[in-house]
């Protein structure tokens, strides 16, 4: 079994904890920048940051799978880390100041299948998936700026 990994990152134009912020917020911020890959959103306990459990389906290279994910937060206000409570699957985001803007990076990893199935999982999973986190991260960018202008107009 070998571990299958993928990562986007990006600048995103906002104070960095602000944009983490966003990110540990699952109930009001973080379902509002979610790709359509996400589906089935839902806050099952907590809601910001540490201690939160959440669920959805992801579809990603024509797959749906079903997660369920406990959320912890090893470096608060840095790092955000959403395990998956049925496999080994582990989403980690880390936003670091950048001056006035954050350095948002996504990455996941989890253990592979074996045989020709692992092996197109390892070929075509962190492909789909840096797509899905290039439009989370689009998206977390749009947000930013509109939630900055409705503040600044306020």
């Known amino acids: 079994m070998s571990t299958v990994e993928a990562q986007a990152e990006r600048t995103i134009d906002a104070p960095a904890a602000t944009v983490y912020g966003y990110l540990a917020d ?5 379902p509002r920048f979610l790709p359509p890959a996400f589906s089935d959103f839902a806050v099952e306990s907590g809601g910001v940051g540490a201690g939160t459990v959440v669920s959805y ?3 990603a290279g024509g797959r749906h799978r079903k997660c369920r994910m406990a959320v912890s937060e090893p470096e608060p206000g840095r790092v955000l880390v959403e395990s998956d409570t049925t496999s080994s699957l582990v989403t980690t985001f880390t936003v670091l100041p950048r001056g006035a803007a954050a350095l948002v990076r996504i990455s996941t990893s989890w253990n592979g299948a074996q045989g020709i199935g692992g ?3 390892r070929l075509f999973a962190p492909r789909a998936l840096q797509q899905i986190y290039g439009d989370s991260l689009d ?6 700026a509109e939630q900055a202008s409705r503040t600044a107009g306020s």
Do not use: G, I
Request: proline share 0%; hydrophobic share 40%; net charge negative.
């Open 26 to 30: 699952m109930r009001e911020h973080h």
């Open 57 to 59: 389906t992801v579809n």
């Open 119 to 121: 092996f197109f999982e």
């Open 139 to 144: 998206r977390l960018e749009a947000y930013a």
